[in-house]
């Protein structure tokens, strides 16, 4: 229990300084790089809460493709931009608000009160958190599923119809006339003797 | 010995963070952007937090929800990032008001 109390803090920790630089550097790769490192410390603590199939999941999916894209927009976009930055100083209504919200959470969660449930023993060993979350996820929430997956194929749409440029001097391929193309359009059968370039 | 109180703090400061992020970039659209992947990101650990605590797995189902939903927000909101600064070679946010209401 002692080592899993010492892992809560050392990903806690290393999760919410992960977050302020995330917000804070000016530097946006480097920020970018930050929200990377915050988010595989959620991974790790999303482990620690025996959540292995949603902490995987954040790792290769989430950080290997979705913050990786996000990278690539911001070299792209910040090479460009070097003079975007914080014209206007939010620092003190930030901070209020975010010492606002902390108390508020913290009153809510340390009032005597509130008494959540204690520490779960740990899963037995055959467990399988992914087949747990399968069978819900196939039976009770299967509508919902399918929703979810309706939203990503719009999302993929929406996303390629945005960023889709037609450029009018671009040789692309039109399959239909390349399927009308009949043989005497193309060849041209000569007897074998030589005949002037036409 | 850790309790779901200390889950919660944990994903309600980050939560914070993310809040405080979107006020101090407000004219970045990337790092609003980013911000609110924190905001989602807490509320995700959250869900698994109280997921674990209950014994219910119905909030691991939920945050999956919440992460798809994220995934195809991020993708968008990065499409029009990039459509944007095609057409206007900039990303600040503030200087999007074309139509003054």
Redesign the interface.
């Given at each position: 229990?002692a080592f899993?109390?010492l892992l809560?803090y050392l990903f806690?920790t290393v999760?919410?300084a992960a977050?302020?630089a995330?917000?804070?550097l000016r530097n946006?790769v480097h920020?970018?790089l930050s929200?990377i490192l915050?988010?595989f410390t959620?991974a790790m603590?999303?482990m620690l809460?025996?959540?292995e199939?949603?902490s995987i999941?954040?790792v290769l999916?989430?950080i290997g493709?979705?913050l990786v894209?996000?990278l690539f927009?911001?070299m792209?976009?910040?090479r460009?931009?070097p003079t975007?930055?914080?014209?206007?100083n939010?620092?003190i209504?930030?901070?209020a608000?975010?010492?606002v919200?902390?108390a508020e959470?913290?009153m809510a969660?340390?009032a005597p009160d509130?008494s959540?449930?204690?520490?779960?023993p740990p899963a037995p060993l055959e467990y399988s958190?992914t087949k747990?979350?399968g069978s819900?996820?196939y039976t009770?929430?299967a509508l919902?599923f399918e929703a979810?997956a309706v939203?990503?194929l719009?999302?993929?749409v929406?996303?390629i119809a945005?960023?889709l440029?037609v450029r009018p001097d671009h040789h692309r391929q039109n399959p239909a006339r390349q399927s009308r193309v009949r043989k005497q359009d193309r060849l041209r059968l000569t007897d074998g003797r030589s005949e002037p370039p036409c | 010995?850790?309790?779901?109180?200390?889950?919660?703090?944990?994903s309600?400061?980050?939560?914070?963070?993310?809040?405080?992020?979107?006020?101090?970039?407000?004219?970045?659209a990337?790092?609003l952007?980013?911000?609110l992947?924190?905001i989602l990101?807490a509320v995700?650990?959250n869900l698994?937090?109280a997921?674990?605590?209950?014994?219910d797995?119905?909030g691991?189902?939920f945050?999956?929800?919440v992460?798809?939903?994220a995934?195809?927000?991020?993708?968008?909101g990065?499409?029009?990032?990039?459509?944007v600064?095609?057409s206007r070679?900039?990303?600040?946010a503030e200087d999007l008001s074309e139509v003054r209401g």
């Open positions: 229990m899993q109390t809560f806690g999760l919410l977050a302020t995330a917000v804070t946006m920020a970018a929200l915050s988010f959620a603590l999303w809460l025996e959540a199939f949603l999941l954040l999916v989430y493709a979705v894209l996000f927009v911001v792209m976009v910040e460009h931009t975007v930055h914080r014209r206007r939010y620092r209504v930030a901070s608000v975010a010492a919200m902390v959470l913290g969660l340390l509130f959540p449930a204690a520490q779960p958190n747990a979350l819900v996820l009770d929430y919902a979810a939203a990503l719009v999302a993929i929406g996303a945005l960023t440029r | 010995m850790l309790s779901l109180t200390h889950f919660m703090l944990l309600g400061a980050l939560f914070a963070i993310g809040v405080a992020g979107v006020f101090v970039n407000r004219r970045h990337l790092v952007l980013m911000s992947e924190l990101l995700n650990t698994i937090a997921s674990h605590y209950l014994q797995i119905a691991q189902a945050a999956l929800f992460l798809t939903i995934a195809a927000e991020i993708a968008i990065l499409a029009i990032v990039v459509v600064f095609r070679e900039t990303i600040d």
